[in-house]
Antibody, heavy 124, light 110 residues
Framework: QVQLQESGPGLVKPSQTLSLTCTVS??????????WSWIRQHPGKALEWIGY???????SYNPSLKSRVVISVDTSQNQFSLKLSSVTAADTAVYYC????????????????WGQGTLVTVSS | QSALTQPPSASGSPGQSVTISCTGT?????????VSWYQQRPGKAPKLIIY???KRPSGVPDRFSGSKSGKTASLTVSALRAEDEAEYYC??????????FGGGTKLTVL
């Protein structure tokens, strides 16, 4: 059973960089066949796809966030990470990491395994 | 404002069927068969229940079914049970290599 767990600071100051890590267990990122994604859910409940990474390092980002997002992978630790720069209060959300099973079928999604989510608040 | 439009609420009595719609454009729902549906209970992560319009992951009851016509996808929950009460979200692959979500529908089992 694949499990994902987000970790990182729960409070970030405006204009700083939000950094989160997702640790995967029960499956190896380096085995390929899946993308590894970040999604966020604002307090008003809307979900927003942030982007994904493949074990090789290739990435795809939401065009609306692309200028501020970097997703990286560490296959030796079976982890992938999110960095979102120049944050504002609008970036306050629950951040989820998830596995994307679309590698062999095209498109983006389905997201078949999710972490429990971590709340990040942007405030001074 | 979400990219895909869902009704904010839906309801039905136990044993009845309920259908939730998800309307997009020709750049997302209407252009691709990559529509997924997720069930989210309070305080929990979303759970995948339908993918590629009508496919069910292993373990999801066949009471959940998906379909699509033009720019509108639909999720039907048959033989409603109390445990189906949750928030439901649709998502679709979109042009420019993006994934867009609906605003969510709160399903109440009366």
């Amino acid at each position: 059973q694949v499990q994902l767990q987000e970790s990182g600071p729960g409070l970030v100051k405006p204009s700083q960089t939000l950094s989160l890590t997702c640790t995967v267990s029960g499956g190896s990122i380096g085995s390929g066949g899946y993308y590894w994604s970040w999604i966020r859910q604002h307090p008003g409940k809307a979900l927003e796809w942030i982007g994904y990474i493949y074990y090789s390092g290739s990435t795809s980002y939401n065009p609306s966030l692309k200028s501020r997002v970097v997703i990286s992978v560490d296959t030796s630790q079976n982890q992938f990470s999110l960095k979102l720069s120049s944050v504002t209060a609008a970036d306050t959300a629950v951040y989820y990491c998830a596995r994307d099973a679309s590698y062999n079928s095209g498109g983006i999604g389905p997201l078949d395994y999710w972490g429990q989510g971590t709340l990040v608040t942007v405030s001074s | 404002q979400s990219a895909l439009t869902q009704p904010p609420s839906a309801s039905g009595s136990p044993g009845q069927s309920v259908t939730i719609s998800c309307t997009g454009t020709s750049s997302d729902v209407g252009g691709y068969n990559y529509v997924s549906w997720y069930q989210q209970r309070p305080g929990k992560a979303p759970k995948l229940i339908i993918y590629e319009v009508r496919k069910r992951p292993s373990g999801v009851p066949d009471r959940f079914s998906g379909s699509k016509s033009g720019k509108t996808a639909s999720l039907t929950v048959s033989a409603l049970r109390a445990e189906d009460e949750a928030e439901y979200y649709c998502s679709s692959y979109a042009r420019s290599n993006n994934l867009v979500f609906g605003g969510g529908t709160k399903l109440t089992v009366l």
